[in-house]
C-alpha cells in the first residue's frame, strides 16, 4: 500500500526495512573488519606485522580502513537515494546483493562444508543481510512504491 503525506509518497515498510537493514551491514562489515584486524587471534595486524614491519602493516591497514570507509559510504548514499525512490540506486542494491549471496555460496561450497557451524555462519552475516535487502527489494510492496515515484515525477 503507497502512503502520501502532504503530497509526498511515503515507502512502504519494505523500503524502510532495506534502509535501516543497509545501516545494520555497515555496522556489521565496521565490525567484522574491526574484531578481525585488532581482536580475533591471529589478528591481521599481527599478521601484517610479521610478514611486512610495522609501518608496511600501518600502511595496509590504513588503505584497507579508506577503502572500507569508502565502500560504506557509497553504500548508505544509495541507500538514501533507494529510499527517496530511486530506482537505480534500488537496481544497483539487488545486483550488490545477489553479488553478496552468490559469494556466500560459492565460498561455502569451495570450504567443502559438511555442516554449519556458528563461527563459519558469523562470518558471512553482513553478507547475507545484504542479500536480505535485495529480496525485500523484489517485493510487490517495494516495486509498486518505485513504481509510483517514477510516476508522480
Not at 513504481?147 to 508522480?152: E, W, Y
Request: with cysteine; net charge positive; glycine share 8%.
Amino acid at each position: 500500500m503507497i502512503r502520501a503525506t502532504a503530497g509526498r509518497i511515503q515507502p512502504p515498510n519494505e523500503v524502510e526495512f532495506a534502509f535501516r537493514a543497509a545501516f545494520g551491514t555497515v555496522f556489521l562489515g565496521v565490525g567484522d573488519w574491526v574484531l578481525n584486524t585488532f581482536v580475533i587471534p591471529p589478528t591481521g595486524l599481527r599478521q601484517l606485522r610479521d610478514h611486512e614491519g610495522t609501518s608496511g602493516a600501518i600502511l595496509q591497514l590504513s588503505l584497507s580502513a579508506a577503502v572500507l570507509a569508502m565502500l560504506a559510504a557509497a553504500w548508505l548514499l544509495c541507500a538514501v537515494w533507494m529510499r527517496r525512490g530511486g530506482n537505480g540506486a534500488r537496481l544497483v542494491m539487488i545486483v550488490v546483493g545477489v553479488g553478496c549471496l552468490l559469494f556466500v555460496l560459492n565460498d561455502m561450497s569451495m570450504s567443502g562444508l559438511t555442516s554449519l557451524d556458528w563461527s563459519l555462519l558469523s562470518s558471512y552475516v553482513p553478507d547475507l543481510f545484504t542479500a536480505a535487502i535485495a529480496v525485500v527489494l523484489l517485493l510487490p510492496a517495494s516495486r509498486a512504491y518505485f513504481s509510483a515515484v517514477k510516476n508522480a515525477a
